[in-house]
């Protein structure tokens, strides 16, 4: 599992927009009433900006427990008073005081014997009633700590129960006036959002989340694309930029006059990135592998077309989020001569090539 996930942030609205982060819910608390999003991940990004603005979400889980004179609820802001960090199969206790006095929770790590990707949180028998009959309110959460503060989720515990967590590193990005650590719906969040999940949604742990002109949002795998001119962010030290870029094209021009031969076999310069589209897929018969230690390995090989001539002599191209390798693709040629070897079967890789489909292709 990859040790950091990045989100970079595109806004191509009018304005300036502040982009908040939200974790998505696992299964045993999706659609739940009472359990609100809560996140103090925030950046403001002006439009258009030249530069790079992005979420490190790190793949830390962190329980939290925390009690206070705020009920839990929609709007309002609530922090873990104690936090602990948390891997799969850890089982956590926190034990809530009865009022009077008005005391916070103590959490400890009670064993690892969670199922394997599960983490559960128990609480005590502390009277729930009595205590919020005094304005004492107990408040639990699930999440990741990141360098922008908790992301996560939040709920009120009941006395004598157990949480069972599967997590999920799947998250939404929304702009808006959202609080830090002030809770909110997430039927609201989610409506209102891109959603980015792992691995889909991300390459080499990358993905670009870029808010358009009109409101809508899109999510491209891996950092975003570097323009040389950028619209309307342009000064004039990219237009410099761009009149010395033109000048060593046309010098190169100049040099392909002269060495057409050479550069035919061997082009002087060329992209490390394309994004294409799917037309048409053809498998090639692909032997068993063999291989008896690995028997749900899967390999298989075929021919990809896409709809642009091919600017480089790429590496690997990733669809959906899996990566294949390229054993032929000629500069120029819209045919890929491509290969795949993992553990998914050969039914689902097969699914992923359908016409239209967006393709991203690198060299290594």
């Given at each position: 599992?990859?040790?950091?996930?990045?989100?970079?942030?595109?806004?191509?609205?009018?304005?300036?927009?502040?982009?908040?982060?939200?974790?998505?819910?696992?299964?045993?608390?999706?659609?739940?009433?009472?359990?609100?999003?809560?996140?103090?991940?925030?950046?403001?990004?002006?439009?258009?900006?030249?530069?790079?603005?992005?979420?490190?979400?790190?793949v830390q889980f962190v329980v939290g427990a925390g009690a206070s004179n705020n009920a839990v609820g929609l709007n309002v802001r609530v922090t873990s008073a104690i936090t602990q960090n948390a891997s799969l199969t850890d089982q956590f206790s926190a034990e809530y005081a009865t009022v009077p006095p008005n005391k916070g929770p103590v959490l400890t790590m009670t064993g690892n014997r969670a199922a394997p990707t599960q983490i559960s949180?128990?609480?005590?028998?502390?009277?729930?009633?009595?205590?919020?009959?005094?304005?004492?309110?107990?408040?639990?959460?699930?999440?990741?700590?990141?360098?922008?503060g908790f992301m996560g989720m939040t709920w009120s515990p009941f006395p004598s129960q157990t949480r069972t967590l599967t997590p999920i590193l799947n998250f939404y990005v929304a702009v808006g006036?959202?609080?830090?650590?002030?809770?909110?719906?997430?039927?609201?969040?989610?409506?209102?959002?891109?959603?980015?999940?792992?691995?889909?949604?991300?390459?080499?742990?990358?993905?670009?989340?870029?808010?358009?002109?009109?409101?809508?949002?899109?999510?491209t795998?891996?950092?975003p694309k570097v323009s040389l001119l950028a619209g309307a962010a342009t000064t004039m030290d990219s237009l410099v930029d761009a009149h010395l870029y033109l000048a060593r094209a046309h010098a190169d021009l100049i040099t392909l006059g002269e060495q057409s031969r050479?550069?035919?076999?061997?082009p002087t310069r060329q992209e490390d990135t394309q994004e294409d589209t799917v037309v048409s897929v053809r498998w090639k018969s692909s032997p068993a592998m063999g291989d008896e230690a690995a028997p749900a390995l899967t390999f298989l090989a075929g021919t990809l077309t896409v709809t642009t001539a091919l600017i480089a002599a790429f590496t690997y191209f990733v669809l959906s989020g899996v990566e294949f390798q390229i054993a032929s693709a000629p500069v120029g040629g819209t045919t890929i001569d491509f290969t795949y070897s993992g553990n998914q079967s050969a039914a689902a890789i097969q699914a992923l090539f359908t016409a239209g489909a967006q393709v991203f292709l690198g060299r290594q």
């Open positions: 599992m990859a040790d950091n996930y990045t989100i970079y942030l595109v806004n191509k609205s009018a304005g300036d927009q502040i982009f908040w982060c939200f974790l998505e819910e696992p299964k045993e608390l999706a659609g739940q009433a009472g359990v609100f999003a809560n996140s103090a991940a925030s950046l403001a990004v002006i439009p258009n900006y030249p530069g790079e603005n992005y979420f490190t979400i790190p949180i128990a609480s005590n028998g502390f009277n729930q009633a009595t205590n919020e009959n005094n304005g004492w309110f107990s408040n639990m959460s699930f999440g990741i700590n990141t360098a922008a006036s959202y609080g830090a650590n002030t809770l909110a719906a997430y039927t609201t969040v989610s409506n209102k959002s891109a959603h980015l999940t792992t691995p889909n949604s991300f390459l080499r742990n990358e993905a670009t989340v870029t808010y358009t002109a009109t409101g809508a949002w899109q999510v795998p891996g950092k050479y550069l035919l076999a061997e």
